[in-house]
């Protein structure tokens, strides 16, 4: 069984930064490619970032330039370094972990096995 827990969200005026974090514990599988997702009130869960287990990454477009994802094998850590925050990046943001190794970076929550209980992140204007 895996765990993820998120932290480092907050409130922030736009234009702000923000940097979250998602700690990984339990049993593992190697390095898995792990991800950032978020889902804004009556909106559907929308991928936002991840990194695969060889480093690549890929983000959704409105985040590109404004986001970065990195990981920390070494503590089982992923981060969400957020900049340039606008009001509609509001949203619980959610880790999400997939069970085994592997090079795709995939932005479909339905192929991820383990997730998170979120965290907020309110960007007011």
């Known amino acids: 069984q895996v765990q993820l827990v998120e932290s480092g969200g907050g409130m922030v005026q736009a234009g702000g930064s923000l940097r979250l974090s998602c700690a990984a514990s339990?049993?593992?599988?190697?390095?898995?490619?792990m991800a950032w997702f978020r889902q804004a009130p009556a909106m559907e869960r929308e991928f936002v970032a991840v990194i695969s287990s060889v480093g690549t990454t890929r983000y959704v477009e409105s985040v590109k330039g404004r986001f970065i994802i990195s990981r920390d094998n070494t503590k089982n850590m992923v981060y969400l370094q957020m900049n340039s925050l606008r009001p509609e990046d509001t949203a619980v943001y959610y880790c999400?972990?997939?069970?085994?190794?592997?090079?795709?970076?995939?932005?479909?929550?339905?192929?991820?096995?383990?997730w998170g209980q979120g965290t907020q992140v309110t960007v007011s204007s």
């Open positions: 339990g049993r593992t599988f190697g390095i898995p490619p």
């Open positions: 999400a972990a997939k069970n085994t190794y592997s090079t795709a970076a995939s932005s479909q929550s339905d192929t991820y096995q383990h």
